[in-house]
């Protein structure tokens, strides 16, 4: 009797026993936290091809990076063959690689992981800032082609001049602490963020963007990919930056995105780089992925990294235990608290 007296029979009688599928990788510790739970967990990446043909319909679940696009067809594929998906993970922030009206109209629950990963985006984003103004990519290229370039890499310091932040959640509000730690002045736009937020941090709310642009040498981009932010970093934009920080230096225009491919129009940043309007442009994302020959890699003043912002031991380890609490909760009937819909 004394064990029957200690089982959860609510808790047993609620969960569903859930198939899971994990298409573009988890941490090992994670699909460890989802088996122990009772759930079965393959690893198997699928084809668009074979997501349209209904891959994942014998699937409960399915987590997925940024590799898998869940678009309307696929989702729908997904209820093929009387499908039984309730559940998409997005193992990190940026979610429009999911239809997300479509997975609400089809029942399916739709989460993120957005703070497991903030750290390792605020770093990668000053490293780029750094490697911009002191030329680090640039000087480590010549190294290499035996040009010792000391006189004609002339940098300049981060002190004294203006950031501006293009969406001012999580990850930009850790960009901004450093930033304002190593002397700059922070701008930022955002029109879903409450003023007092950024006030409290020191930081300037801006209420129209192209404002951001003409206060601001240096840009970083924090925003979600959506039709009212495609392209909005463009030509028109990029003309408005200053090229002289308040310090009264000519340090130049200086572009960063680490957060959604397209935000960026990337003819827009070729061309400043091209003319002189912008002095470095630094990107871990872009429009079209696995960036592949893009005009860009033959500027001198641009340097990237293959969307890895968030690739850190740590942050997919935070990561991947996120999303197995969320599976778990979501099948033991509750609604998982970073539900998006």
Known sequence: MNYIRNIDW??????????VAVTDGMDKKAVKIIIDAGHEV???HYSAEELLKGALSSFDAVVIRSA?????????????????????GRAGVGVDNISIDTATKNGITVCNTPRASTRSVVEMTVAHLLS?????????RKLRQGVWAKKELLGSELSGKSLGLIGYGRIAQGVGVAARALGMEIHAYDPYVPA?????????????????????????I????????????????????????????????????????????????LEGLQNGQLSSVALDVF???????????????FHGTPHIAAATKEAQARIGIEMASLIIEHFEGNKPTTALN
């Open 68 to 88: 898998t696009k869940m678009t309307e067809e696929v989702i729908l594929g997904s209820k093929k063959n009387n499908g039984k998906l309730t559940f998409i």
């Open 222 to 269: 924090h925003c979600n990919l959506t039709d009212e932010t495609y392209h909005l970093v463009n030509t028109s934009r990029i003309n408005l930056m200053p090229g002289v920080g308040t310090d009264g230096i000519n340090c130049g225009n200086h572009l960063i995105n680490c957060a959604r491919g397209g935000i960026v129009d990337e003819e827009a940043a």
């Open 132 to 140: 911009s103004c002191r030329n680090i990519a640039t000087a480590d």
């Open 196 to 220: 007092e937020i950024a006030q409290k941090q020191n930081c300037r709310l801006h209420k129209e963007v192209d404002s951001v642009f003409k206060m601001c040498t240096h840009i970083s």
């Open 287 to 301: 429009e079209v992925e696995p960036a592949i020959n893009n005009p860009l890699f033959l500027e001198e003043n």
């Open 42 to 44: 393959i690893l198997q």
């Open 10 to 19: 609510v808790s047993l009688t609620r969960r569903v026993m859930a198939r």
